[in-house]
Every structure is written in structure tokens, then in C-alpha cells.
């Protein structure tokens, strides 16, 4: 998937396709000039955009391994913000601790189960409780498999669902992380001043905020989901497992369907090309 950029030199429009890095360097296709796009995203962000276009495009299929991709890399984003929040927390140098995360995460980089394990642990010690989300059916990781290593075929309202599910529980992780995920972003930061050092004379080096779903909470007018009142309807006091569940689902599809009201369109027009 491409993006729209900027000529800083013409002011012309390049498309360019999004890096691993969230680092591009390009040259325009109608004037020449040398320049460097830095989008200060962060890869889950990245992969729940694409997941989302892909879901409003018709490709549910895709958008389904996209958003599983996007859970995955949101769990490390929340790990290397734990860790470097610590490291902040005993004045530690910041290079010498995002250099000892990185070793780290080398040893389970290639290991998904390990990486699951690594996020739970960070979650107990930062919120002092158990991860009670991390079951197969919090996860949806039955629809997950079904769908990406058997090859099933989903409908259309079942990858919604999905979606609704893995947004709600990002948008909850997020929020209880709050400024503890500036760090990591500190440290997208460090890596986007490394690359601009080493950049040659003459090349414009361009910063980029690109609209997306988790944006609606920290730019747009997204509020957290308010705790049902007395005039909102309530799972009954003795409910089952199956109405609670059923309840939790519904609010997961409202605050999923309010941020793609909001940052839907915007993404269809940015990505369009």
C-alpha cells in the first residue's frame, strides 16, 4: 500500500510505499530533487490502516491479516514502552536502554508465543493484575486461524467483529498506558534523528502525521466509552456468560464503528491514489 507525498522542492505529488522503518527516502518523479519522508506512525497503526482500507475495499481476507498483524506488533509497541518507561523511571541513559531492548527482543523476534509471554509479564508488573484478556476467544484467535492458516473464506460482518474486537482491546491498552507510550515514540524520534545526520547535503528531510483509526482518540473527538446509566441498556443482572458476551461485542462494534465514522473517510482519501 502506497501513500501521498509531498515534492517540498515542485510541490507535486510522489506516492510512495510505506517502509518497515516509517522512514523514505525518494526522489521526485518530476522534478529530481532529493528528499526524506519520516511518518511518525507506529507499525501496529500502520497494519490496522491497512486492515481497515482493505476491510471498506471488499478484501476481507486480507484485512483479516492485517489486523491480527497489528495486534501482534501493538503487543511489542506495549512491551517497549514498559521497558523504556522503567528505564526513564531510574534515570537510566535512554540510548543504553533502547540499545539492551533491542538485544532483548532479538532472542524472541521470530517467536510469537515467547512475545506474547514478554507482554503478559509487562502487563502484570506495570498494572499489578493479571492480562485477563489473553484467551483464545478475547483474542478471537479461533476466527484468526480459521481464516489465515485454513484458508477460510469470512463474511464480511464476522471481520468487523473481528476488527471491533482488536480495536477496543488497543484502544483500552492505550489508554491505560497513557503517556508511558510516549517513550517508545521517544524513541521512533531517536531513530528518525540518527537517519536525518546522516542524510547528504541538499536532501529535505519532511515530517508526516497520517490520519488512522487510533488517531480518532488522540486528535479527533473519540471519548471513551461512557459506563452504561440507568437509560442505557444493560445485560440483566443475572445474565450469562453468553448475554455478557454479548453486551462486551456490542461496545466493541460501537467504539470500532465511531472511529471508522470518523477516520474512515479520511483514510479512503489519503490512500486512494
Known amino acids: 500500500m502506497d501513500f501521498p507525498t509531498t515534492c517540498p522542492s515542485c510541490g507535486r505529488e510522489n ?3 510505506y517502509a518497515d522503518s516509517s522512514v523514505h527516502d525518494l526522489n ?7 528528499y526524506c519522508v519520516l511518518v511518525r506512525k507506529q507499525k501496529f497503526e500502520v497494519l490496522f490502516d491497512l486492515g481497515t482500507r482493505a476491510l471498506m475495499d471488499g478484501y476481507a481476507r486480507e484485512a483479516v491479516a492485517s489486523f491480527a498483524a497489528a495486534l501482534e506488533r501493538f503487543f511489542e509497541f506495549y512491551v517497549r514502552s514498559y521497558a523504556l518507561e522503567r528505564a526513564s523511571d531510574t534515570a537510566a541513559d535512554f540510548g543504553e536502554a533502547t540499545a539492551a531492548l533491542a538485544g532483548t527482543w532479538r532472542h524472541v523476534a521470530s517467536q510469537s508465543e515467547r512475545q506474547l509471554g514478554m507482554f503478559a509479564l509487562a502487563y502484570l508488573l506495570r498494572e499489578g493484575r493479571e492480562p485477563d484478556f489473553l484467551t483464545s476467544t ?5 476466527f484468526r486461524n480459521r481464516v489465515i492458516h485454513r484458508g477460510e473464506l469470512p463474511a464480511r460482518a464476522d471481520v468487523e467483529a473481528y476488527a471491533a474486537q482488536v480495536f477496543a482491546l488497543i484502544d483500552r491498552l492505550l489508554t491505560e498506558l497513557g503517556d508511558g507510550a510516549k517513550q517508545a515514540e521517544l524513541a521512533q524520534e531517536q531513530a528518525f534523528a540518527l537517519h536525518i545526520a546522516a542524510l547528504h547535503d541538499g536532501v529535505t528531510a519532511v515530517f508526516e ?14 471519548a471513551p ?15 450469562g456468560m453468553n448475554s455478557a458476551r ?3 461485542q456490542a461496545q466493541q462494534q460501537a ?8 477516520r474512515g473517510e479520511l483514510l479512503k482519501r489519503f490512500k486512494g491514489g
Do not use: I
Open 225 to 239: 466509552m461512557s459506563k452504561p446509566g440507568k437509560t442505557e441498556a444493560q445485560p440483566p443482572a443475572k445474565s
Open 255 to 262: 467504539l470500532f464503528q465511531r472511529a471508522l465514522a470518523e
Open 15 to 17: 506516492r510512495a510505499e
Open 28 to 34: 521526485c518523479v518530476h522534478c529530481g530533487a532529493r
Open 209 to 222: 502525521e497520517h490520519p488512522g483509526m487510533f488517531r480518532a482518540r488522540r486528535f479527533g473527538t473519540l
Open 246 to 248: 454479548a453486551y462486551q
Open 138 to 142: 478475547a483474542l478471537g484467535a479461533d
